[in-house]
């Protein structure tokens, strides 16, 4: 079984441009997550989806900041513009039902400069 | 407000010994709590999870005990292993049913020495 994947593994790029982090979830999942990990705040949840839909967005930080997930196998991240403080390590993550544990992604590393 | 600490950075063990791995929470509401480990340049991979409705899950060499009163639980490792390096993360949820809402402590270096 293929797991989460994400891509790209490692992304640099200057501030103002625009980033798109992709996931690719476990097939059969219903539930797909996006998180961010700093040093600072550790792992924070950005949104997650259910079926698709977007459940809960609330950690997203900003409006520069948005996520979709067109179908059921894959997901997109996108920060436009980027800015220096976005650096991190972005993961995305899959579970299948309620009562199981969420699968992570390798992530993405994220540089701004 | 850090509703799941882990106040411990880092721990060392020698190999073989029991590595005891500990978290605290504030959220009297929490009712599930997993435990993922992670490796460097890799995501966090599931581990062992416990509801609040015991007080401690095995699985092989690795044990969580909970301590409701205490708002503690804590991870044991036995015995330890070179690959058993890496930093462990406490999370916690509301909702046994519906843990898509993890809340997620900062996370504990284990170095197991040889």
């Known amino acids: 079984d293929a797991g989460v994947i994400q891509s790209p593994r490692h992304e640099v790029t200057e501030m103002g441009q625009e980033v798109t982090l992709r996931c690719k979830p476990i097939s059969g999942h219903d539930y797909l997550f996006w998180y961010r990990q700093t040093m600072m705040r550790g792992l924070e949840l950005l949104i997650y989806?259910?079926?698709?839909?977007?459940?809960?967005d609330s950690g997203m930080p900003e409006d520069r900041f948005s996520a979709k997930m067109p179908n059921a196998s894959f997901s997109t991240l996108k920060i436009q513009p980027s800015e220096p403080r976005d650096s991190a390590v972005y993961f995305c993550a899959s579970k299948r039902t309620n009562n199981q544990p969420q699968h992570f992604g390798d992530g993405t590393r994220l540089s701004i400069l | 407000d850090q509703q799941v600490k882990q106040n411990s950075p880092s721990l060392s063990v020698q190999e073989g010994r029991i590595s005891i791995l500990n978290c605290d929470y504030t959220n009297s509401m929490f009712d599930y709590f997993l435990w993922y480990k992670k490796y460097p340049a890799e995501g966090p991979t599931f581990l062992i999870s416990i509801s609040s409705i015991k007080d401690k899950n095995e699985d092989g060499r690795f044990t969580v005990f909970l301590n409701k009163s205490a708002k503690h639980l804590s991870l044991h490792i036995v015995p330890s292993q070179p690959g058993d390096s890496a930093v462990y993360f406490c999370a916690a949820s509301v909702g046994f049913m519906s843990n898509y809402q993890l809340i997620w402590g900062a996370g504990t270096k284990l170095i197991i020495k040889p």
């Open positions: 989806f259910n079926n698709n839909v977007p459940i809960d």
